[in-house]
């Protein structure tokens, strides 16, 4: 069998599996990105989440024996909520739009699974087929391979943009010693278009496809210490990642797709209540939040988010339960967030609370410089705050 026919059979069965878009390129190296990538390392724009081997990350050959071809795929996913969470005493934090529904590593790795099946089937069983199936916790670098196979270009956001469904795609990649004529690679096609660099609130687009992975919103919201004072405004009520670059992008406008059920957001999983979030337990976090990708750090970045966004939504009627998260929580990062929280949530001084974070400090560990260094910030923010009326 011809593999040009073969192409043809497996996009076919790629429709029948549900892969909303599927692209093929050749195994060749992608040692043009060395430049860059080492350049962006040590300017400290890595975030550490990335695969650290950078020749893993640019050669197919070492990490796949005698590699021919690279099979990439997309899968589009929902931008809009059909239903938003009924109104209740609480405010809400939102997730960003790639982290609803199933995680989507459990989702590309089952279409990939379902795909290399068909193959091996429409291949027959006179060839000897291997496959490396990955997503974005593999080595390769999924935008550049999804580049080059033909599914979009990369935008000056550093997102894969496809003509169909815009950058709302996930990215999956399959090696194999299977030869596919490739696909063309799609240039660049932003033009004079910076909406996106403009619209980053902290400036973490360099302005050619780079990014300052440290600055991005997304990236701050996923560590797991204090957030720098500067990102906290910045993430408004959005407890993991960001959509910015994605939401103002023109080639996104009107895309939303339901494709996938298991892409189907959870309204109150998705938009959750910010305040029964400080307090929750192990069990009932995982049973909330534990099949979305939004989870994979844990519980305590999000309730450490949870803190900011309540201070960005100015709702004062959380400093009980927030004051409470000082004198109980055992995590010294949860009780330092909320102990920022209440005073920037507080606009008069009050010697109750003054002496309560006092206290709350002295009780802190004293080698947690940083920890002890946003008590005290907190403490002098509020001392210089005018005072109450008819406090002595």
């Known amino acids: 069998m011809k593999n040009e026919q073969l192409k043809q059979q497996i996009i076919a069965a790629s429709k029948e599996i549900g892969i ?26 890595t975030t550490g989440f990335e695969h650290q081997n950078l020749d893993e990350r640019l050669n197919p050959d070492q990490i796949f024996d005698q590699p ?20 209740t005493e609480f405010k809400r934090g939102q997730f960003a739009r790639a982290s609803w529904g199933v995680d989507y590593h459990h989702i590309l790795d089952e279409k990939m699974d379902a795909l290399i099946v068909a193959i091996r089937k429409l291949a027959g ?3 000897t087929i291997d496959f490396k199936p990955m997503v974005d916790t593999g080595e390769l670098i999924d935008v550049v391979v999804a580049q080059r196979a033909g599914l979009g270009f990369i935008g000056l956001n550093g997102l894969l943009i496809t003509q169909e469904f815009g950058s709302y795609v996930y990215l999956g990649e399959i090696i194999t010693n299977l030869e596919f004529t490739p696909d063309e690679p799609i240039a660049n096609q932003c033009g004079t278009c910076r909406r996106c660099i403009a619209a980053c609130p902290p400036d973490a687009l360099l302005g050619d496809g780079r990014l300052n992975g440290q600055r991005c919103l997304s990236y701050q919201t996923q560590t797991k210490g204090l957030m720098d004072p500067e990102f906290r405004p910045m993430i408004r009520n959005v407890i993991y990642g960001c959509d910015i670059c994605q939401i103002v992008c023109p080639f996104n406008k009107g895309k939303n797709f339901h494709f996938h059920a298991d892409m189907e957001p959870d309204p109150e999983a998705v938009m959750p209540e910010l305040v029964p979030m400080l307090t929750m337990t192990n069990k009932e976090f995982k049973l909330k939040f534990g099949p979305m990708s939004g989870s994979w750090r844990g519980k ?15 709702d004062r009627s959380a400093i009980p339960k927030l004051l409470e998260v000082i004198d109980h929580d055992p995590r010294p990062i949860i009780r330092a967030t909320a102990a920022w929280a209440v005073v ?3 606009d008069l001084k009050n010697k109750d609370l003054l002496d309560f974070l006092i206290t709350a400090k002295s009780k802190e560990a004293s080698d947690q410089p940083e920890i002890n260094h946003e008590y005290q910030n907190a403490i002098d923010k509020l001392a ?8 002595n």
Do not use: C, W
């Open 20 to 45: 909303d878009k599927i692209g093929f390129t050749t195994a060749a190296n992608f040692e043009y990105m060395r430049p860059s990538l080492v350049k962006q390392k040590a300017a400290g724009h």
């Open 300 to 314: 305590k970045p999000l309730q450490r988010n949870a803190i900011i966004a309540l201070v960005n939504l100015k």
């Open 68 to 87: 021919r071809s690279i099979i990439a795929i997309a899968l589009a996913y929902p931008t809009k909520i059909s239903e938003r969470p009924q109104r």
């Open 344 to 346: 920037e949530l507080s």
């Open 384 to 391: 210089s705050m005018p005072e109450l009326p008819n406090q």
């Open 125 to 127: 069983a006179d060839q």
